[in-house]
């Protein structure tokens, strides 16, 4: 299920590994295919972008799901 709770087809996905300090903030950018699908919440089914972290470290494991705003171009 995705971040709002529902089951979702994922119509984009990428998958990259990265290496960072406990200590530093982590900054990520993606090269999104051209023209995606913009955010749809009041839609049924709603359309939506999120990305999912997850990291491990000893004594530390993480995970995360975040709506992420992706607009449509006009």
């Avoid at 119509?11 to 290496?19: P, S, T």
């Amino acid at each position: 299920k995705g971040l709002l709770g529902r089951a979702f087809r994922a119509v984009w996905a990428e998958k990259r590994a990265v290496q960072c300090s406990v200590a530093a903030p982590l900054e990520m950018q993606f090269d999104l295919p051209s023209h995606p699908p913009g955010c749809a919440l009041s839609e049924r089914p709603a359309r939506y972008w999120e990305v999912e972290v997850s990291g491990e470290a000893p004594g530390i494991d993480y995970g995360g799901t975040f709506l992420v705003p992706i607009y449509a171009r006009v």
